[in-house]
């Protein structure tokens, strides 16, 4: 599976608030380690690997879990000054069978519906939806709804069952640079770097290690442009209903054909 971290693709990622701005002449030193997974040295992991590893864990045996945030992606205009767009999102899951998403952008707003049998797209600016039948589990959804039509859910990767996995598969360095705040809270700031893209991620210092920033750049693209998400808000209670996955039709909708290599963008 193509997971959170590793999206060397640029894989939909979200979430932005406003983070504090803080100006600093000098950077911290690093912890740098080269992630070596064939090693067999188990008991002597590096700092950064191990953190992620642990947030990773934490997101994977939630039962159920809301967030909510938003992205900016990085384009570079014709005259190659770089330009950000943002989005907002809200994801509900329900493992090992429930999905709810919710894209919005000044210019679009399109959500989703996954219920373990069908995933479902209602596009709200439009007023058309569509349907295609899907296997039974989260992480088999998404590699149809990907691998069959083309569609790249964003954030999807907190959603599948073994994001650590596939994060660290491709990574040739980690670094830790200590602790540091996102929209308030303190977290962990780690660096990893890839044969194609870099990228920073931000976990919450404590009982709950919540995934709170991350940004990719895609180092080998012209500008190097980046994609910053930050996830303003977290909720773990089992709250959501099987009903809430379900879609129900607005009135006066249009139902069109799921055509294959549709994009969700």
Not at 2 to 7: A, D, H, N, P, V
Not at 149 to 160: K, Q, R, S
Not at 163 to 171: D, L
């Amino acid at each position: 599976m193509k997971l959170l971290f590793s999206i060397a693709n640029g894989l939909l990622l979200m979430f932005a608030g406003c983070a504090t701005a803080q100006e600093q002449t000098n950077v911290p030193p690093a912890t740098s380690d080269t992630v070596a997974s064939t090693s067999t040295d188990n008991t002597l992991l590096p700092r950064a690997e191990t953190l992620l590893h642990s947030a990773c864990d934490f997101l994977a045996q939630a039962p159920a879990f809301s967030f909510k945030g938003e992205t900016w992606r990085e384009h570079l205009n014709d005259e190659g000054q770089k330009i950000q767009f943002s989005r907002s999102v809200e994801m509900d899951v329900k493992r090992p069978d429930g999905l709810r998403l919710e894209i919005s952008s000044p210019s679009s707003e399109r959500c989703f519906w996954y219920d373990g049998k069908t995933l479902t797209i209602l596009d709200r600016t439009h007023n058309w939806y569509s349907t295609a039948a899907m296997p039974p589990t989260l992480d088999d959804a998404i590699d149809s709804a990907r691998d069959d039509y083309g569609i790249d859910l964003p954030l999807i990767d907190f959603a599948v069952s073994d994001p650590y996995t596939n994060a660290i598969a491709k990574v040739e360095s980690a670094k830790y640079y200590g602790i540091g705040p996102v929209l308030g809270v303190p977290c962990y700031h780690l660096a990893f770097a890839q044969q194609n893209v870099d990228w920073q991620i931000w976990i919450e210092v404590g009982p709950q290690p919540l995934i709170r920033k991350f940004v990719i750049t895609h180092k080998n693209d012209p500008g190097q442009p980046e994609f910053t998400a930050f996830i303003t808000s977290w909720d773990l209670t089992d709250r959501i209903a099987d009903s809430d996955f379900v879609f129900t039709a607005p009135v006066s909708a249009s139902k069109i054909e799921m055509r294959k290599e549709q994009s969700a963008h």
